[in-house]
């Protein structure tokens, strides 16, 4: 009923950018904390960044200061601003949303998005 769609992943040269999407769809009340994981190959995912319903941000230290996540809530969509990107950063990119599907509903679920795949050539 509800789906996370990534867009924006890519083949980028380091130093390069690029701006991921994700789409929120369906049976939604609300979006709470929203966020941005990513999984390179034989390693666990590992959030990259955050951001609330309310615009609170957090980043992992790796990318602070090279990547800006923010949202539109009324477009239901989260972005992610990469800059200077390094080739350890080649992963597939998640994102991750807390979502209340009706009103009646107090606490959120936890829905993923397929992923999108960033590679970073050195």
């Known amino acids: 009923q509800v789906q996370l769609v990534e867009s924006g992943g890519g083949l980028v040269q380091t130093g390069g950018s690029l701006r991921l999407s994700c789409a929120a769809s369906?049976?939604?009340?609300?979006?709470?904390?929203m966020g941005w994981y990513r999984q390179a190959p034989g390693k666990q995912r590992e959030l990259v960044a955050s951001?609330?319903?309310?615009?609170?941000?957090n980043y992992a230290d790796s990318v602070k200061a090279r990547f800006t996540i923010s949202r539109d809530n009324a477009k239901n969509t989260m972005y992610l601003q990469m800059n200077s990107l390094k080739p350890e950063e080649t992963a597939v990119y998640y994102c991750?949303?807390?979502?209340?599907?009706?009103?009646?509903?107090?606490?959120?679920?936890?829905?993923w998005g397929q992923g999108t795949q960033v590679t970073v050539s050195s």
């Open positions: 991750n949303a807390d979502i209340r599907t009706s009103w009646g509903i107090i606490t959120g679920r936890e829905y």
């Open positions: 951001i609330t319903s309310r615009g609170n941000t």
């Open positions: 369906g049976k939604i009340f609300v979006i709470n904390t």
